[in-house]
C-alpha cells in the first residue's frame, strides 16, 4: 500500500481538507508525507498585483513567508496524527508540473489534491491544477471534492474518507 504520500496545499480551506485527509490516511497507513506548496517566480513584467508593487526581494520573502504558514500548518496537523512529515516549498510557473516533480523526486506513491469539481465551461476556463496533475502523472492521485456526498468515499486500511475520489491511472 501507499508509504510515502504527498499533498499539495495552498492553504485554502478546500485544500485544508485534502491535507486533512491525507495526515488521516498517512496514520491508517503508517505513511510518510510530504506537504508541498508552489508560488510563482517572480516576474518583472507582470499583470499580478502583488508583483507589480513589490521588488524581487520583497516578493520572495513575501512568498517564503507565505509558505512558511502554509506548511507550518499542515505539519502541524501531521504531527498532532504522529505522522512524520517532510515540508516543500517550490517556485515554478506551473504548479502542476512542480507538485509532479516534487513526487517523483521524493519517490512518492501517492498524490492528494483538492478539486473544486469545476464542470463545463467554467471548467474549460479557470482550468485545474488538479485536473493538469491527474492528466499528466504515472502516479496514482486521490482527489478531495468538498461537495462530494457524504456516501462517497475511498476506503483505506479500514477508515472511510468522506469526500475522496481516486484515479489511478497508469501509463
Do not use: W
Not at 81 to 92: I, L, P, Q, Y
Not at 112 to 119: D, E, F, I, L
Request: proline fraction near 3%; hydrophobic fraction near 45%; charge should be negative.
Amino acid at each position: 500500500m501507499y508509504k510515502n504520500i504527498l499533498v499539495a496545499t495552498d492553504g485554502s480551506a478546500l485544500s485544508d481538507l485534502a491535507v486533512t485527509q491525507a495526515v488521516d490516511l498517512a496514520a491508517a497507513l503508517h505513511a510518510r508525507l510530504v506537504l508541498v506548496t508552489a508560488s510563482e517566480p517572480f516576474h518583472l513584467l507582470t499583470t499580478e498585483a502583488e508583483q507589480i508593487a513589490d521588488t524581487e526581494d520583497i516578493y520572495r520573502r513575501t512568498m517564503q513567508h507565505r509558505a512558511d504558514r502554509i506548511l507550518g500548518a499542515a505539519a502541524e496537523k501531521a504531527a498532532a496524527s504522529g505522522v512524520e512529515a517532510a515540508t516543500v516549498h517550490v517556485e515554478n510557473d506551473h504548479p502542476h508540473e512542480a507538485i509532479i516533480a516534487t513526487a517523483e523526486r521524493e519517490k512518492c506513491d501517492l498524490i492528494v489534491m483538492a478539486s473544486h469539481g469545476r464542470r463545463g465551461f467554467s471548467a474549460l476556463v479557470l482550468g485545474s491544477q488538479t485536473t493538469k496533475v491527474l492528466t499528466h502523472s504515472t502516479i496514482p492521485v486521490l482527489v478531495v471534492r468538498a461537495e462530494a456526498a457524504p456516501t462517497e468515499h475511498v476506503a483505506a486500511a479500514g477508515h472511510a474518507f468522506p469526500g475522496a475520489a481516486f484515479s489511478a491511472r497508469r501509463d
